[in-house]
């Protein structure tokens, strides 16, 4: 897509003058140097990298340096931000005010603008591009921060989307391999004790070329006597690295997960502790079945009770998510738990019983994103929702909502501030107009 420096300069002229000063004093009088090409007009022509179907129009935003020194519009310390860089804004110039005047609405994603230094304080100028725009924003449930600065700036609405795939990391190539041995380890501990040393030998080497000596935060190999203390210290940090919860692709905007997607995604929101209806409070998964999620769980006793939550989930998977299937799915995984009692069985058919009945429905309404979308774009209001991590709340998910990053009911009572430093004086009391 090309924008002629004649067309470039009489959009510049409609930004507001301090603006336009800023502009011209850091990149000099428009359209400027970057991404213009003159082999077509000697006056110039910004190109810009998009594709066009009609009244569809998809960009790629230009790099946020210039040709030769790429750093340059790069976020850095410092009290203010640069202006923007003249080939930035046709990106919210051009399409932006020609759709106000066919359909005055809009559905894009401020990116990396959110986050450059200065745009705290709306130094980025985001709304000289939009103008009176309006701005739907389908945007990740969980990340408040950002999407907050989109409301700020440029007057976003937001509509909430599901989270990406979500999966456990485990662990592959040389921590594999260290995993391994570690278990060989006690084998032989307990075994063949006179095999130790050549053991240990290979754990050091492992470790030395793999470089996880930098990770483990130790120097030099540690004495025999010593060597079991520290291989509890390898045996917490591989349990914290394999246990971590990863992103396992992307989301595809109104599709919904199903099949390992969903028993992956539903395994990561069921490890946490959930609210059901406001009032009762659900274990996780792996704590009902017995594990203490404190990180002080042995590396064994978290995969064993990980591979016992996966083997639940699955098999509601394979049920299709009835609720009638609870208890037999229960009654059969953990079928020889001699140490299991009733009340661990009850809480696992609790906790699966509120994945059938709240998680599963709505990750299928998933597919209802896209209307959410086309709904807002429409002028319609869309209901607001509180942001939340879709792994450690459940029922929320993502219902395709306009959400707001504070919750008035989790702000902090005053009471809370008193055993620190006095809290700051108010701007105004009740009985002043509020500003």
Not at 23 to 28: R, Y
Request: charge should be neutral.
């Amino acid at each position: 897509m090309r924008i002629p420096a004649a067309r470039y300069r009489a959009w510049f002229e409609t930004l507001p003058e301090d603006l336009r000063h800023g502009v011209e004093a850091h990149w000099g009088p428009p359209p400027g140097e970057s991404f213009v090409d003159r082999s077509r007009d000697p006056d110039g022509e910004i190109v810009l990298a998009a594709l066009r179907a009609g009244n569809l129009v998809v960009m790629v935003q230009p790099p946020r340096g210039c040709r030769g020194e790429p750093g340059r519009h790069l976020p850095r310390p410092r009290p203010a931000a640069e202006p923007p860089l003249p080939g930035r804004l046709p990106v919210g110039c051009r399409r932006l005010r020609r759709a106000r005047d066919r359909a005055r609405r809009q559905a894009r994603q401020p990116g990396v603008a959110a986050r450059q230094v200065g745009g705290d304080v709306g130094l980025l100028r985001p709304d000289a591009a939009l103008g009176d725009l309006p701005l739907v924003y389908p945007f990740l449930v969980n990340d408040p921060g950002e999407g907050t600065q989109a409301k700020r700036r440029a007057h976003a609405v937001l509509v909430d989307h599901l989270v990406p795939p979500m999966a456990r990391a485990e662990t592959y190539g040389d921590i594999a391999r260290l995993e391994q041995l570690l278990d060989e380890h006690a084998s032989i501990a307990a075994m063949d004790p006179a095999k130790l040393p050549a053991v240990r030998a290979q754990i050091w080497t492992l470790i030395q070329a793999a470089r996880l000596d930098h990770d483990l935060g130790v120097d030099d190999r540690p004495q025999d006597s010593g060597f079991d203390d520290f291989l509890l210290h390898v045996d917490g940090w591989l349990c914290e690295v394999k246990d971590v919860q990863i992103r396992d692709g992307l989301h595809v905007l109104g599709d919904a997960p199903e099949g390992k997607a969903r028993v992956d995604l539903v395994l990561a929101m069921l490890r946490a502790r959930q609210i059901w209806a406001g009032q009762e409070a659900l274990p996780g998964l792996r704590e009902a079945l017995g594990l203490a999620e404190d990180g002080g769980a042995a590396r064994v006793s978290v995969d064993e009770a990980e591979s016992l939550a996966r083997a639940l989930v699955e098999g509601m998977e394979e049920r299709g998510w009835d609720p009638f299937a609870v208890s037999p799915v229960t009654a059969s995984v953990l079928a020889g738990g001699g140490d299991r009692g009733s009340g661990v069985l009850a809480a696992v058919e609790k906790v699966l019983g509120f994945a059938a009945g709240e998680i599963v429905p709505r990750l299928a309404r998933t597919t209802d994103e896209i209307g959410a979308v086309l709904h807002a774009l429409d002028a319609v209001t869309s209901p607001p929702g509180r942001a939340v991590a879709a792994a450690r709340a459940g029922q929320r998910a993502a219902d395709r909502r306009n959400f707001y990053s504070v919750d008035p009911r989790a702000v902090p009572a005053g009471w809370r501030g008193r055993p620190g430093r006095p809290w700051p004086t108010p701007c105004w009391s009740g009985t002043a107009p509020t500003p």
